[in-house]
């Protein structure tokens, strides 16, 4: 059994910081792939960023240069380090784990970016 557990999350005002993170415990295999998406009032879940076990990654437009993604493999943990909030970015951010066909989903942590 995979679970995922985030943390990090809070209210922040437009320019500060926060990072999140994500421990995964259960059997986790190598060779995974491990990501954030987030889902803001009223839309749909949309991705962020992910983190091979290589440790390349991709992520999205509206958060590079802004957003960085990053995993420890010995303690099965997933950061993601976010600098210049916007309002925009205000959502719940969930953690996701690709492992051998299967995805994995955490329960989320709120980020809300206000004034």
């Known amino acids: 059994q995979v679970q995922l557990v985030e943390s990090g999350g809070g209210l922040v005002q437009p320019g500060e910081s926060l990072r999140l993170s994500c421990v995964a415990s259960?059997?986790?295999?190598?060779?995974?792939?491990m990501g954030w998406y987030r889902q803001a009032p009223g839309k749909e879940r949309e991705f962020v960023a992910i983190?091979?076990?290589?440790?390349?990654?991709k992520s999205a437009d509206a958060v590079k240069g802004r957003f960085t993604i990053s995993r420890d493999n010995l303690k099965n943990t997933m950061y993601l380090q976010m600098n210049d909030l916007k309002p925009e970015d205000t959502a719940v951010y969930y953690c996701?784990?690709?492992?051998?066909?299967?995805?994995?989903w955490g329960k989320g942590t709120l980020v809300t970016v206000s004034s």
């Open positions: 996701n784990l690709g492992m051998r066909g299967s995805s994995y």
């Open positions: 259960g059997t986790i295999f190598s060779g995974n792939v």
């Open positions: 983190i091979f076990s290589t440790g390349a990654t």
